[in-house]
């Protein structure tokens, strides 16, 4: 009888550290998919004319220009990119990214999820 209860007892401890470990990997699958969600959603910004915008790493960043004219360079890139309404730009570098309204602007900033 003892014999048969920690056999019971063994199977319900290793079956709920079973589940415990499921349920963290859920948690941890959901935080990552609600945390490149909001990389994905797009983040419109409004750059006045000579300010310059400034993204730390933007590897994968695709920027849209929907108002105005930008300018947008790279550190360490030899590129110079001029966006004008309708036109858009990937970063395929992770350096910072400068981006300087040439006249009143305003951009669109979609991050891939792939970057993260």
């Not at 199977?11 to 994905?40: E, I, P, V, Y």
Request: contains cysteine; hydrophobic residues 45%; glycine residues 6%.
């Amino acid at each position: 009888m003892t014999l048969a209860l920690t056999t019971a007892a063994a199977t319900a401890f290793h079956d709920n550290r079973s589940f415990g470990k499921w349920l963290r990997a859920k948690a941890a699958c959901t935080m990552r998919q609600t945390r490149q969600a909001a990389c994905m959603r797009p983040s419109v910004r409004e750059i006045a004319t000579d300010r310059i915008l400034e993204i730390k790493q933007g590897a994968g960043m695709k920027l849209e220009c929907l108002e105005g004219s930008v300018w947008v360079t790279l550190d360490g890139d030899l590129r110079d990119v001029i966006l004008e309404p309708g036109q858009a730009f990937t970063v395929d570098r992770d350096q910072r990214i400068l981006i300087q309204a040439l006249d009143s602007a305003r951009v669109r900033l979609v991050q891939s999820p792939h970057a993260l």
